[in-house]
């Protein structure tokens, strides 16, 4: 959309998007462990000043593709058995050139690897199934595996439980989450199960 677009993330740590991160459905086992991020999203990356970047179409992240992960070593996350009961976290990183952030997942807390604090912006987080959900009539999370996204789990930096990213959180809301009006309940995911 251009300079003028981004203007407003030139301001020292500016987050805005058009709607919620979200998985991609619950309807197959690719569509439950694949991440989507919002349609349009602004962010600034390394303090106020020329660090505006701008998303301006949906990314389809699959944890099983190894290309979206900062790393496989030691632990390969793209392995579904190996997110079982595990917090990761969101990245927008600086291209290497132009205004499209690059966007990483890494279990890292500070930043992923092959980037620094100057390149990189946490920007959200979510929890990922700790063992198979299995059959049960009428629960929202009937088929889900482990290593699959927990989709209440997600969090970023607009809709967060108490300012901050609570890894093991989950959205106790009566709605999903493209409109968000109601206090933020959120609740420790193992204590609600």
Known sequence: MGFLNRLPARQDGYYNRNRMWKNKGSDTA??????????????????AGAHAYELEASVELDLNTA??????IPTNYAV????????FYIYACVPVSGY????????????PAGYTAANSRKIGCFHCECADVGTI???????Y???DIIPRSIQDLKHRPYGRFLPGFAWGGPTDFDSLNYAPLWASIYHLS
């Open 30 to 47: 690719a569509n439950r462990r694949t991440l989507v991020s919002p349609s349009h999203m602004l962010v600034n990356i390394g303090g």
């Open 67 to 72: 290309s979206n992960w900062d790393t496989t």
């Open 80 to 87: 579904a058995a190996n997110r079982a009961g595990k917090d």
């Open 100 to 111: 499209v952030p690059v966007i990483i997942l890494s279990a890292a807390t500070t930043y």
């Open 137 to 143: 009539s009428g629960h929202p999370l009937t088929g």
């Open 145 to 147: 595996l482990a290593g």
